[in-house]
Nanobody, 116 residues
């Protein structure tokens, strides 16, 4: 059974930081592209950041320089460090195993709210 379990969401003030983690089981983690996506009501889910099996990363323009994605293949985890958070970062954040163009596997999502 494939499981992706996210943690670390919550409420933070603008300018603050949060760290999201996703622990994966049931698949060969190290061979998968991993990504963090986010979605707000009424909008499509969008890619925030991705990391390949070899450690190459890519980011949405809106988060470049503020967010950092990393993976630990020994622990089957992928992490999203989010700094200098803005109100527009408020969304449900999802972890995905698989390329953006593939079906892949999704976590259940974790709410991030940036508000004073």
């Amino acid at each position: 059974q494939v499981q992706l379990v996210e943690s670390g969401g919550g409420l933070v003030q603008p300018g603050g930081s949060l760290r999201l983690s996703c622990t994966v089981s049931g698949i060969g983690f190290r061979s998968y592209i991993m990504g963090w996506y986010r979605q707000v009501p009424g909008k499509q889910r969008e890619l925030v950041a991705g990391v390949t099996s070899g450690g190459s990363t890519n980011y949405a323009e809106s988060v470049k320089g503020r967010f950092t994605i990393s993976r630990d293949n020994a622990k089957n985890t992928v992490t999203l460090q989010m700094n200098s958070l803005k109100s527009e970062d408020t969304a449900v954040y999802y972890c995905k195993a698989g390329a953006s163009s593939s079906g892949g596997y999704w976590g259940q999502g974790t709410q991030v709210t940036v508000s004073s």
